[in-house]
């Protein structure tokens, strides 16, 4: 039957058919021979008024193209209308000569109020629908007929079905019985079958036929006027000059109404790319790209195109427009503890801001000459140099925001203070042969590097002697180790003149990622003089 909406007219017609062909599995009784009376004449009560409602139907298309003004499109779809109802009535005269010839081959009318003289006859239908060996009864022209309609309707409406009439292996509910799927249509509806009931099969076809023409004719109905423009979508809307305004300045926009139809499906295109149509309106979407010459507020005007298509009065129109549009190249904001030059090997912090992007601001970093890392805050970036010059780049959301190339410079060198038992000597003046005990070494970075780049200064002393000499000759030797010696056995070979030589050979720096790095000549030897 037939699917998607449905009214609760072809609903019901639906529900009798099934009710038909339950009866037609049953053995024949009075009560059920009553049963098909009763379903034929519901049948065809329906169809009488489909038919009534398909010709309303028609006159209803007619009269809509007259008041269109007859256009040529439009006149075509009465032609179609005209066609369908045609061949339905055609094919309904014919299926209703069925119906005679049947009442007529069984007895004709009955007598003292009865509808029919034999409306068990089951003999008469046989001989007249199916005929003898050679197949020459009316139910195989009537087969026939039902499928050349169906295959006139689908040039209308594909979801027609191939075949209004069938036989038991393509019939849903005969293939699954044993007995009936091996039968022809005109064996299956009408073998053994009493005369009412030969009458329901008719009018339940007669009501799928005009379902199918119902369906037909209301798509074409819908096709009268269909590209004819109706604006049935009002909206109010205004455009500004511009949204961003200072304070004390004007502020102008212009109102106004805008229409659309939504019967139309306009086609629109523009030459910053494609068009999504939502609702009638066209919403066009690109990322806005820099260059070119500033006006005087230091704004790019730039502009694109817009075409709009529809088809009006069967001809298509289009209509082409320009919009401008200026474009703020944005500018990159640096602030750094030192923003002309960075360290190297140290993780300099940058914090690289774009107001004129406001919330849109997404940066990625990238660049040469050092690795990049991403902040814990939008617009942080953690810079290491490798190279003598570094070179920044950043973009946001796909779209190039600038550079900036940067120096890179070594960290100031720190300085190695040699103590004496705890305490700076001075190399001059010298000390007691008897007092030293203790030699430390004490490595301080550069005040101001170390309060902006704490964990990139942090030094130690790793290769470090002393040494005992006397004139030219070096009495004794010992390492340093841990920046820290006691040195009482060295001093036990002392005595007033000698000289103690403290040598730094190693001094390293670790920055923030615990890179070790070397610093050479971070230190000279210092002579202490014994006294």
Not at 256 to 262: D, E, G, H, M, Q
Not at 352 to 358: F, N, T
Request: hydrophobic share 35%; with cysteine.
């Amino acid at each position: 039957m037939a699917g998607g909406k449905e009214t609760v007219r072809q609903k019901m017609i639906g529900m009798m058919y099934l009710v038909l062909t339950a009866l037609l599995a049953l053995q024949v009784s009075s009560a059920i021979i009553l049963k098909f009376q009763y379903l034929d004449e519901s049948l065809m009560t329906v169809n009488n008024k489909t038919v009534g409602d398909n010709t309303n139907t028609v006159k209803g298309i007619q009269q809509a193209v007259a008041k269109a003004g007859s256009r040529p499109k439009d006149v075509l779809v009465i032609k179609d209308a005209d066609a369908v109802r045609s061949k339905t009535a055609e094919l309904i005269s014919y299926m209703n000569g069925l119906r005679d010839l049947l009442v007529t081959n069984a007895g004709g009318p009955g007598e003292e109020g009865a509808k029919y003289k034999a409306p068990n006859e089951e003999e008469a239908v046989a001989r007249t629908m199916i005929g003898g060996p050679n197949k020459n009864g009316k139910a195989y022209e009537l087969e026939k007929r039902l499928n050349e309609y169906a295959a006139f309707l689908r040039q209308y409406n594909p979801n027609v079905p191939a075949k209004l009439a069938v036989g038991g292996s393509e019939d849903p509910t005969a293939k699954r019985d044993p007995d009936q799927r091996s039968k022809d249509f005109a064996h299956l509806n009408f073998e053994s079958t009493p005369l009412v009931a030969g009458l329901a099969v008719l009018a339940q076809k007669e009501s799928e036929i005009l379902k199918y023409e119902s369906d037909i004719l209301t798509s074409l109905a819908g096709k009268v006027g269909a590209d004819q423009i109706k604006f049935d979508k009002i909206f109010g809307t205004a455009t500004a000059e511009s949204n961003t305004v200072a304070a004390g300045t004007k502020y102008r926009a212009e109102m106004f109404l805008t229409a659309f139809s939504s019967n139309l499906s306009p086609k629109m295109s523009s030459t910053a790319g494609p068009v999504r149509v939502q609702n009638g309106r066209g919403v066009v979407e690109f990322t806005a790209a820099g260059g070119g010459p500033k006006n005087k507020d230091g704004l790019i005007e730039k502009s694109w195109k817009g075409t709009i298509t529809l088809t009006n009065n069967g001809q298509d129109t289009s209509i082409s427009f320009t919009q401008k549009y200026f474009v703020v190249e944005p500018e990159m904001q640096i602030q750094s503890a030192s923003v002309n030059a960075l360290y190297f090997k140290c993780g300099n912090r940058l914090n690289v801001q774009v107001p004129a992007l406001g919330a849109l601001y997404d940066p990625i970093f990238s660049g040469s000459g050092a690795g990049f890392a991403k902040g814990a805050k939008k617009g942080e970036v953690l810079i290491n140099p490798t190279a003598n010059k570094v070179t920044l780049n950043v973009t946001s959301g796909g779209a190039k925001i600038g550079s900036q190339t940067f120096d890179v410079r070594k960290p100031p060198k720190p300085d190695v203070i040699v103590l004496v038992n705890g305490r700076p000597v001075d190399p001059l003046r010298g000390m007691p042969a008897s007092s030293p005990r203790q030699i430390s070494i004490n490595v301080v970075p550069d005040e101001d590097f170390a309060s902006k780049f704490k964990e990139d200064a942090r030094y130690q002393a790793t290769e470090a002697t002393v040494i005992l000499g006397r004139g030219t000759d070096k009495l004794a030797e010992m390492p340093i180790r841990g920046g820290s010696a006691n040195i009482s056995s060295l001093m036990s070979r002392a005595r007033p003149g000698d000289k103690l030589v403290v040598q730094v050979r190693e001094v390293v720096r670790l920055n923030y990622k615990n890179d070790i790095e070397e610093i050479p000549g971070a230190a000279k030897p210092t002579v202490i003089t014994l006294n």
